[in-house]
Structure formats: structure tokens, C-alpha cells
């Protein structure tokens, strides 16, 4: 087997090129076997095999840089660098990451996960050795989708007159997370069609091959001639209005092109932008029929491509049925995403009402102004954005739509513990981000009837904006408090006999509610658990833990996290010992750490335990090795109420 002799891009240099294609297969057949296994980014894994092969052919990593934008397409290159025996841990606890990172290897210049980053990220680098005399080269891979954020083009509009030893390689598999959509998407394909230019092409290759001993300055000549050449058969032409040297369409799947022309390009003393097609999906027919289905996948079944289905409903899931369920009745309601109409539960949606629905492409930015736009035209724009991405349009939405406090309603989808994809996509910085902007509500949720609870009160009884955030998690068994109408500012007390009446049945006496059961039995005052919709499920299996030792609990699901009704918080609590804080975000600058502060403030007696994501990240590992790890599971949530709880003598 070729791939297990892989240790260094040195081993790849020395591969036959009749061995190639065999590399190439063995690196799809343990992608597809591990993803199966672990779950993780397929499809755009396999369609760039050959480009991963053929820059680690032609350049020397780690003397000179490839950066990998989102870098969700790094398996074949950490295949190739050393991590073929540990790739089997990808995405688990203390494994390998599904992205780069600079922890794992000297080939990883920089930690991925975000879209768009990778030219600014290359730019700088080239900057900083360009001054310390360094002429390596540095190289660019970066999706079609990914040129659907700004920030590529701010990146590009710079670095065209600046990085000599830059290459940028436009991936253009015509897809990003969901298809492509958008003027970027229709440009490339334009560009990849031009047929006369690309039959002139190979003509002038093939001549320029069969000349002996080419001489340096006669490619760069020949180069030269086929770029002003190009200039016109295809009369504009964006990379090189920005400066740079233009190549391609490309057969992303054909090793040696690649390899000839990335070695003619190093040659080439000034910018230049690769133009490669590629198929998504490639050699795995089920990821080639659906590539968003298998972009970021769970655990799989390899030889039929059949995706691990749970029976119960996902909060993702519920958003879907409601927001189409409330568009049917209502006209003016639109929805908006950031290239994540599936992630998000929005392709139904798409689907249903085409004339409602935006996809912006890879531009959180652009979708909270967009959707600004919408709300000042008499619409009702629900923008759903996972919360890890969300971070990126922080000022859009407090200049656009918070300052002009513009009814605007952001579906915060993966809050909180995200499993596998480690630290780049954990949705625990939204509410310290966003908790001090004004005008701004933000409600979490903590069911499926609760949301849409939540989401119909935000689009019809507030005129604001409002965001509501919800785990990557399936909804938990419904009990009547959810369906509770909201009050602004206040929560759901919910007792222990609402969600455990089989646990404190058995406890009663002549059918004794538990609750005298308890103050008769002088076990505990109680404790109060206060959480967050996400961290429900944790905090009712701690409840019920607890109750079992003889430790009375209640739980306070919060609703609101802005505006908050602080005096109806601190009489709850008052009848309470301790009071538990539990929240699925960061400590410093949180909701739990303001709830102790409250406490403190109008109850002194009352102890109190803060339960929140410490100052650091959050790395690979399923959602309970995430809590557990943060402090945060369910053992640990009883274990802190139990700490508070006074015990008889």
C-alpha cells in the first residue's frame, strides 16, 4: 500500500507517476472509511485528491506555505504530511482535528475553520518574509464558495500589487456548503467555458513541450503571450484587473497538468491566480449525486452511502416546520442564510417560497444588513446563521440593525457544545458578544414547542430586533410548562414533579405533594437550577439525580437573556438555598455571571455556583466530552447543588 509509506510530502516527490492514481484511490478509500466512521467533511475532501497530490509534488511544505481556506478540504494533505497513523482519530476526543492546525504539524501555518481568511492570512505571511529576504512561495487554495465573502476580495484588491511569490488557487467545484448561487458562481463558469481560448491552449502547450531545453525566459515569454492572448478571447477578465497573472480553467483532476503548469508558475515573478475545476464528491458516486449531503456528514454506511437517521426531531428540525408553517400564513415573512440553507433547516423553505429566500453565499455580513434592508421595506426577515458564524457580523448587527432598531429576527442554530468540529465552530462567544448591544433581545430555548413559542411571539409581538439561539441537539420530551405564553424578561419555573412524577410520587406520604415531603423530612430547602434552553437536558438529569439523594430541586429555564426581569428572578430564588447557574457560554462577560451578580445584589444569604465555558477553547470531542471536559455535565452540574445543599445533622 503506497499511502502507509507516506510520511512527508519528500515521499510523494518520489512516486512514480504511473503510481499516482493509486495513491490517489487508497487516499479516497480511507477518507471514505473514516468519515464513515467518525463523521466529518466528505465531499469536499474527495474532489481535491489530485490538487492536494500535485502541490505537494511541485512545492516544498513546510519552506513554502500552503494555506487551506476553511481548510474542511485538509484530509489528503494531513494524509500526505505525517498523519496517515493517527488519521483514524479525526474529530474524536484528544484526535486529529477535521481542520489545520498549527498544534498538529509544521505544515499547518494556520488554524482553519472560518471561509475567506486564507489570501489575507497569505498576504501577511508573505509580508513577514518578504522583510526577513525569505522568496519561498506561498500558496492559496480557496473555493469557489469561499470567494462569496468580502473579505476575499478585500484580500485580493490588496495583494495584486503586492505578493510576487503569491499563488491563489480558485477551487471552482460550483458549490460551497449548498449549491452556488450568485454573479461569483456564474463568472467562474464563464470563465471555465471559453472553449476557443482552452483549444488554443493545449495547442501552444504541446508546442512549447516538444521544444528541447525550454529556456527560462522563453516559458515566461510563451506565458506572457497566452495571458494577453486570453485578454482577447475573454475581454474581462476580474484577477487580472486586480494585478494578477491569470491561468486556467484547469483539470483539477489531472495530476500531471497540474504538476506542469504549478511548475511553470513558480517561475513567475509576480502573482498569479489558478483557475481549477474540480468535482465535489469525486470517485464516492453517492457524495458525487449529493454533495451538500455529504459536505459535513455524521457517521455513514461506506457501501451505500445511507446517513446514520435518528428517530426523534431535532431543534433544527422543529425551526424548519415552524418558519414554514408561519410563511404559509404570512406573506411578508423571508428568510435569509449564509450559504447553509440545509444546515440551518431552510431548504424546505427554499423550496416552498423561491421568491422569499436568500442565499447570500458565504457573507454573513452582508446578510444582517441585507435582512436590515428587508425589515425597512415592510418585510419580516429571518436570518438563520449557525453561532460560531454569526461572530463575523457583529457590527452589522449593532450599526445596521440594533441602532436603527430594525425588526429583524436571527435564528442562532448550533449554540453552545458543538461536537467534532473543535474549536472554530463552538457557539459559546454569541451571548457575551452580544448581551451588551441595546435594543437587541435575545431569548434562548429550551424545546421544540418552546421555540416555536419564542419564534412566533418575536416575529408578530416585538417590534425589535431579536435573536434566539438553539443547540445541535435533539428536542427533549415536552411537559406543559413549555407551552407557556411568553412574558417578556422572564422564564419558566419548572418543578420537579413536572418533569419526574414517576421519581416523586413514590416519595409522598397520604398523597403529600413532594414538596412538603421534603420540608417534612427536613432533608433540603432546595435548590434551584438555572440554565439556559440549551443545557436543559443536562440540567434535568442532574434534577433528577439529586432527587434520588434526597436533594429537592426546581429548574428555572431561562427565555430571556435580554431583557432580563430581575425582580421576578430574585423572588424565585428566595425560596431557595442555593442557586445553581448554568449556562452553555463563555464565563467572563455571561448570563450566569450576571445572575450572580443579581443574586448577590438583592439575596446575600443564598448561595450561589456559576457553571460556565472557561477562558480557553474548546477542542474535538462528542458533546458530552465537550462538558464534561468544560465542567459542565450533568454530574457535574449535580455535584455543584449538592455542594450548595444543607444537609440535615
Known amino acids: 500500500m503506497l499511502l502507509q509509506a507516506i510520511h512527508s510530502p519528500d515521499d510523494v516527490k518520489l512516486l512514480q507517476e504511473r503510481e499516482l492514481p493509486v495513491l490517489a484511490e487508497e487516499i479516497r478509500k480511507k477518507i471514505i472509511e473514516v468519515v464513515g466512521q467518525n463523521g466529518g467533511h466528505l465531499a469536499s475532501n474527495l474532489g481535491v485528491v489530485e490538487l492536494t497530490i500535485a502541490l505537494h509534488r511541485v512545492f516544498h511544505s513546510p519552506q513554502d506555505a500552503i494555506i487551506w481556506d476553511v481548510s474542511h478540504q485538509c484530509y489528503p494533505h494531513k494524509l500526505l504530511t505525517g498523519r ?15 481542520f489545520t492546525r498549527i498544534s498538529e504539524s509544521t505544515h499547518d501555518y494556520f488554524d482553519g475553520g472560518h471561509a475567506s481568511s486564507s489570501i489575507s492570512s497569505a498576504l501577511g505571511l508573505i509580508a513577514a518574509w518578504r522583510l526577513e529576504g525569505r522568496k519561498d512561495k506561498v500558496v492559496a487554495v480557496i473555493g469557489d464558495g469561499a470567494l ?40 467562474l463558469s464563464r470563465l471555465s ?6 483549444r488554443l491552449r493545449y495547442k501552444i502547450d504541446r508546442l512549447v513541450d516538444g521544444i528541447p531545453y525550454i529556456h527560462h525566459h522563453l516559458g515566461k515569454f510563451i506565458f506572457r503571450f497566452k495571458r494577453g492572448l486570453k485578454g482577447l478571447l475573454l475581454t474581462n477578465n476580474l484577477f487580472v484587473d486586480l494585478g494578477f497573472e491569470y491561468v486556467g480553467p484547469l483539470n483539477g483532476h489531472n495530476i500531471q497538468e497540474l504538476e506542469k ?111 436590515g434592508g428587508l425589515a425597512a421595506g415592510g418585510l419580516l426577515p429571518v436570518v438563520a446563521i449557525y453561532s460560531t458564524f454569526i461572530q463575523r457580523s457583529v457590527d452589522q448587527i449593532i450599526e445596521d440593525i440594533a441602532l436603527q432598531n430594525r425588526h429583524v429576527v436571527f435564528a442562532f442554530d448550533r449554540a453552545g457544545a ?53 443547540p445541535k441537539l435533539s428536542c427533549p420530551s415536552e411537559i406543559d410548562v413549555f407551552s407557556k405564553p411568553v412574558q417578556s424578561g422572564r422564564g419558566l419555573l419548572i418543578r420537579c414533579e413536572d418533569f419526574a412524577p414517576s421519581l416523586t410520587s413514590h416519595l409522598e406520604e397520604e398523597r403529600e405533594k413532594p414538596r412538603r415531603f421534603f420540608k417534612k423530612k427536613n432533608l433540603s430547602k432546595g435548590i434551584l437550577l438555572v440554565c439556559t434552553g440549551s443545557m436543559y437536558s443536562e440540567t434535568r438529569t442532574a434534577c433528577r439525580s439529586l432527587l434520588m439523594k434526597g436533594i429537592y430541586c426546581d429548574i ?39 445572575l450572580e451578580q443579581v443574586i448577590h445584589s438583592n439575596c446575600t444569604s443564598i448561595a450561589t455556583r456559576v457553571m460556565a465555558f472557561p477562558d480557553s477553547f474548546v477542542a474535538n470531542g462528542s458533546r458530552d466530552d465537550i462538558l464534561q471536559e468544560a465542567g459542565l455535565s450533568a454530574e457535574d452540574i449535580a455535584s455543584a447543588a449538592q455542594s450548595l445543599a444543607k444537609r440535615p445533622s
Open 193 to 198: 467555458m471559453t472553449a476557443s481560448y482552452q
Open 261 to 371: 503548469m504549478f511548475r511553470r508558475v513558480k517561475n513567475i515573478d509576480r502573482p498569479v491566480v489558478i483557475h481549477v475545476v474540480t468535482k465535489k464528491g469525486k470517485g464516492y458516486s453517492p457524495a458525487e449525486d449529493d454533495p451538500s449531503k455529504f459536505h459535513g456528514v455524521g457517521p455513514f454506511n461506506t457501501s451505500d452511502g445511507v446517513v446514520e437517521k435518528f428517530d426523534t426531531l431535532s431543534f433544527t428540525e422543529e425551526f424548519s416546520r415552524v418558519i414554514v408553517k408561519l410563511a404559509q400564513q404570512d406573506n411578508r415573512i423571508a428568510a435569509i442564510t449564509a450559504a447553509m440553507s440545509k444546515g440551518t433547516g431552510l431548504d424546505s423553505f427554499s423550496r416552498k417560497f423561491k421568491d422569499r429566500f436568500f442565499d447570500v453565499g458565504i457573507a454573513e455580513e452582508h446578510a444582517v444588513t441585507f435582512a
Open 148 to 187: 462569496t465573502g468580502g473579505m476575499a476580495y478585500e484580500a485580493l484588491s490588496h495583494a495584486g500589487q503586492l505578493a510576487k511569490n503569491l499563488i491563489v488557487i480558485v477551487n471552482d467545484n460550483q458549490m460551497s456548503i449548498s449549491r452556488n448561487t450568485g454573479a461569483i458562481s456564474r463568472y
Open 84 to 98: 496517515y497513523s493517527s488519521f483514524g482519530t479525526i474529530r474524536i476526543k484528544d484526535g486529529l482535528s477535521g
Open 418 to 470: 458543538v461536537p467534532a468540529d473543535g474549536e472554530t465552530h463552538q457557539g459559546i462567544f454569541d451571548i457575551a458578544l452580544l448581551r451588551p448591544v441595546p435594543n437587541l433581545t435575545i431569548m434562548t430555548v429550551s424545546s421544540a414547542k418552546d421555540l416555536e413559542i419564542c419564534l412566533t411571539w418575536a416575529l408578530y409581538e416585538t417590534s425589535g430586533p431579536v435573536a434566539i439561539r438553539w
Open 556 to 594: 428555572y429555564a431561562l427565555r430571556f437573556l435580554k431583557p432580563f426581569d430581575e425582580s421576578y428572578f430574585v423572588s424565585i430564588c428566595e425560596q431557595y438555598e442555593g442557586v445553581v447557574l448554568i449556562e452553555d457560554g463563555v464565563h467572563f462577560g455571561g448570563m450566569a455571571e450576571y
